[in-house]
């Protein structure tokens, strides 16, 4: 669920929109259940100076984060910035580290992991439970700030706690070239208890294929074959299986790339990519050779 508002003071509210969540039950090789939930609350926009909005990402009816917009601000006018805070600072905590001196969020790719191992962020200080995702002066970027050129999506990884039971999960989200404004996509989370999760997992297999002009794929006894237009930019491509782990991962960087499959056990598989030109996936199958 996502509540956005057009500023602080006025609380009104610019749009909000409940969706259902899609619950996957997933049964691993050992029968020990896992449940993937996939919430699609719609694109969400905040375009306006002080402008916020609200993310409950494992729909139980209780906000978790806020993300906010700062957009030609200051003393200068010049600083523009997204922010991120969770709204209970002991029970939410996002997947970042420390840099410089400052605490900052990650930019995470489809098929990372979100665990009790991942570094998790701390907010800017001991009192000051927010981060940048994105803060620029006059047009120039916080070098340490992570969400930045491609301008495609991003995934951000969450851990929430409550009553000892720890849930992991993701939001996506993209950021405008200019840092202007701000889009939310929708968000998945793993409800079993204390369960690896990763970026993008759920979400990568409910849309059809991107249409990615002049990309395609074909599907050989031994591999795959994946080929797109000449002369494009190298870009990161991974292998998912139904249980979210990402058992492949590499960079595409001619025209063509043979992704090898006779290590795979037979099942249903993601192949993912993303570049400059946008996301691009399909699902594909392996059988008992």
């Not at 402008?51 to 906000?63: C, E, P, R």
């Not at 991003?154 to 851990?159: A, H, T």
């Amino acid at each position: 669920m996502v509540r956005a508002w057009s500023t602080f003071c006025t609380f009104a509210p610019e749009m909000t929109k409940i969706y259902a969540a899609l619950a996957l039950v997933i049964a691993s090789a050992t029968s020990a259940w896992a449940q993937y939930v996939y919430i699609d609350f719609s694109d969400t926009t905040v375009s306006v100076n002080q402008g916020f909005a609200d993310v409950d990402f494992n729909q139980d009816s209780i906000a978790d984060l806020r993300f906010t917009l700062l957009r030609d601000t200051g003393t200068t006018g010049l600083i523009s910035a997204v922010l991120v805070s969770p709204l209970d600072s002991a029970r939410i905590q996002v997947v970042g580290q420390q840099r410089g001196a400052y605490y900052y969020p990650n930019r995470l790719a489809v098929g990372d992991s979100i665990s009790r191992s991942s570094s998790l962020w701390q907010g800017t200080s001991p009192s000051a439970y927010y981060g940048y995702l994105d803060y620029r002066f006059n047009g120039q970027h916080d070098p340490y700030a992570q969400w930045q050129a491609p301008y495609s999506d991003g995934f951000l990884g969450l851990r929430r706690n409550v009553n000892d039971t720890v849930i992991n999960g993701w939001v996506r989200l993209e950021i405008a070239a200019d840092g202007k404004s701000f889009t939310l996509k929708d968000a998945g989370y793993q409800a079993a208890d204390d369960s690896v999760m990763f970026a993008g997992h759920v979400w990568i297999g409910l849309d059809a294929d991107r249409d990615l002009k002049g990309y395609t794929w074909r599907q050989h006894s031994d591999r795959l074959e994946v080929l797109r237009p000449a002369g494009q930019s190298p870009r990161s491509f991974g292998v998912v299986d139904a249980l979210g782990r990402l058992v492949l991962r590499g960079t595409w960087a001619g025209d063509e790339v043979a992704v090898p499959t006779t290590f795979l056990a037979p099942g249903a598989y993601w192949f993912v990519s993303e570049g400059v030109e946008g996301a691009w996936h399909f699902g594909f199958r392996t059988e008992v050779r």
